[in-house]
């Protein structure tokens, strides 16, 4: 019997997620958890103690500063790292891309070239475009385990 599993059904080749399942978990879960948790604890020293807590201001005050430190870190953290990271699907013909909200398609022969980086030992890609798209130059996203196979296959016929 014949897999037909695989084969378009339009004309057009299936698209495949390239990007990893746990980009929902970083990109949204992880963002809002922590920063309701982090704000909660912020929110907690500086409207819920008193001197009488900590028997001194300068606990409390140092108390205080440092979970509002913790908390800009933290949001800091998120914009440099975590929110830069998209959903990535592809055919032959055209990368998707989504943040969760929106959705860009480019074509392509808009992408100059896919890089491989590593950053606290998490594996990431690096995607330029050859001209800014919704989502700037470059995009970055978490490999899934389709990528690599995907990409070997393709990479002549995408990138001559």
């Given at each position: ?11 057009n ?9 746990l980009?929902?978990?970083?990109r949204?879960?992880?963002p ?6 982090l ?36 949001l800091?953290?998120l914009?440099r ?34 890089e ?5 030992r ?10 800014p ?14 990528y ?13």
């Amino acid at each position: 019997m014949t897999d037909t599993h695989s084969l378009p059904r339009n004309g057009n080749s299936r698209t495949v997620v390239l990007s990893s399942q746990l980009t929902i978990v970083w990109r949204v879960f992880l963002p809002v958890f922590g920063t309701v948790f982090l704000t909660g604890f912020v929110v907690l020293f500086w409207l819920g103690a008193s001197t009488e807590d900590y028997g001194s201001t300068t606990v409390l005050w140092r108390s205080r500063v440092i979970s509002l430190l913790l908390l800009v870190v933290w949001l800091f953290v998120l914009y440099r790292f975590l929110w830069p990271l998209k959903r990535v699907e592809a055919d032959d013909a055209h990368v998707f891309v989504s943040d969760y909200w929106n959705t860009a398609r480019y074509a392509w022969t808009d992408v100059a070239q896919l890089e491989d980086k590593k950053r606290f030992r998490l594996g990431y890609v690096r995607m330029h475009l050859k001209a800014p798209g919704r989502f700037g130059r470059v995009i970055r996203f978490i490999p899934g385990g389709h990528y690599k196979a995907w990409m070997k296959d393709r990479s002549a016929s995408l990138f001559p």
